[in-house]
C-alpha cells in the first residue's frame, strides 16, 4: 500500500516562503503524476500543481510565478517551493499521485496545513 507523507506546513507572514515535501512510502518512479491539492473550509479542493515523470509541470493561474514543483526519484519525494506566499495561499495541502495519465488521483497523504498572516 503506498503511502504518502507530508510535511513543511506551518504559520509564515504575507511574503515570506515555505517549502512542502511529500515523501512516498515506494519508489515514485511508478507514478506518472504527482501533485499537490489544497482545500480550505467549505471550499472545494483546487489543484495547485502537478509533475509527470518527465518532468513537465503545470500550475493553477493563482500560484504561476510563486510555487515551484519538483521531485527527487532517488529520494521518493516531491517537493512544492512557495515563495511570495499570500493570505489566500492558506489552507491544507495535500499531496497526490497516480500511476495513470488521466483521471482521478487514486493516492492521497493525510495533509499539512499552511497558513499565512498579513
Known amino acids: 500500500q503506498v503511502q504518502l507523507v507530508e510535511s513543511g506546513g506551518g504559520s509564515v507572514q504575507a511574503g515570506g516562503s515555505l517549502r512542502l515535501s511529500c515523501a512516498a512510502s515506494?519508489?515514485?518512479?511508478?507514478?506518472?503524476?504527482m501533485g499537490w491539492y489544497r482545500q480550505t473550509p467549505g471550499e472545494e479542493r483546487a489543484l495547485v500543481a502537478t509533475?509527470?515523470?518527465?518532468?513537465?509541470?503545470n500550475y493553477a493561474d493563482s500560484v504561476k510565478g510563486r510555487f515551484t514543483i519538483s521531485r527527487d526519484n532517488a529520494k521518493n519525494t516531491v517537493f512544492l517551493q512557495m515563495n511570495s506566499l499570500k493570505p489566500e495561499d492558506t489552507a491544507v495541502y495535500s499531496c497526490?499521485?497516480?500511476?495513470?495519465?488521466?483521471?482521478?488521483?487514486?493516492?492521497w497523504g493525510q495533509g499539512t496545513q499552511v497558513t499565512v498572516s498579513s
Open positions: 497526490v499521485a497516480d500511476r495513470s495519465v488521466l483521471g482521478p488521483y487514486d493516492y
Open positions: 515506494g519508489s515514485i518512479f511508478s507514478f506518472n503524476r
Open positions: 509533475i509527470r515523470s518527465d518532468g513537465r509541470t
